[in-house]
């Protein structure tokens, strides 16, 4: 069978994760309780779950040459990721992320540089214009530039393909921009910050939902953690219930794996609401695994977990 393709615009970063009891205060020096070095960055994650799930995903983005950047280089390799139009900056380091796990119930904080791919350009995007065109989904954050990630979605609408974002880390964002996005998949702190309402319940939810519907989005799928996500668009509106594949260890990059998951299940043409459980379903195993990018179920996983 030939693989669903899946284009995804992003960054990498090198995570960093401690692990303690809880932040420091400013001025203060707290012992962690752990340490890991793993892959991260948003569409580096989300294309890696892509490529886990089964689709060939081509990643587009900028690292610099340096040893994150072989870091990047030899995760993608493994996951199957393709690297073609991946931009190798001299001058600019590779990304890199500091992430604080709560080593009580494994919630995190993360403060990210996008080093080198916060340089991202439209005339990059278009450089890799083949790739945008052949995929039946392509994917975007706002960890790099606005403007490429613009650029892509212009492209892709141009040529047919499917559009989705992921409107984080969460900013403010016009109109126009949501009038590109097929799909538009925040979480409820980022819903919060794009629509003003503040997301503590299923109506509250859909609400927000709504207010991101009359901005121009295509559909909505917003995500609510241990609650799954909520399917919303006109004539529709579904609560699509979370995975349990075990105790939560980490919650690092569950969002990453719902939306390179249900890029995927789009990618092979299922609908929206069977779209959502996969990806849902790839979220329940990631979170029972540390790491990022490292997280990631394959498709064997995924499909056992919908199975069971």
Known sequence: MTRARVAVLGIFAA???????????????????????????KGSNQAIAAAKAGAYATLITRIGDDAFGQMARDEWAGAGVDATHVIVSPDEPTGAAFIFVDARDGQNAIVVNGGAAAALSAADVTAAR???????????????????????????????????????????????????????????????????ITVDGEDAARRAADRLLARGAGAVLLTLGEKGALLHRPGQS?????????????TTGAGDAFTGAFAVALAEGRD??????????????????????????????????LSA
């Open 15 to 41: 995570d960093l994760t401690f692990r303690a009891a809880r932040l420091p205060k400013l001025g203060e020096t707290l012992l962690a309780d752990g340490f890991s070095l793993g892959s991260g960055g």
């Open 130 to 196: 083949g790739a945008i065109e052949r995929a039946a989904v392509v994917v975007a954050q706002l960890e790099q530039p606005l403007a490429a990630a613009t650029a892509a979605f212009e492209l892709a609408r141009a040529a047919g393909v499917a559009t989705l974002l992921n409107p984080a880390p969460a900013a403010p964002l016009d109109d126009a921009v949501f009038r590109l996005c097929d799909v538009v998949t925040p979480n409820e702190s980022e819903a919060e910050l794009l629509t003003g």
């Open 238 to 250: 579904l609560l699509v219930p979370a995975f349990d594949a075990g105790p939560v260890v980490e």
């Open 272 to 305: 929206l609401a069977e779209a959502a459980r996969f990806g849902c379903a790839a979220a329940g195993v990631s979170v029972t695994r540390p790491g990022a990018g490292r997280s990631m179920p394959l498709r064997a996983e995924i499909d056992a977990l």
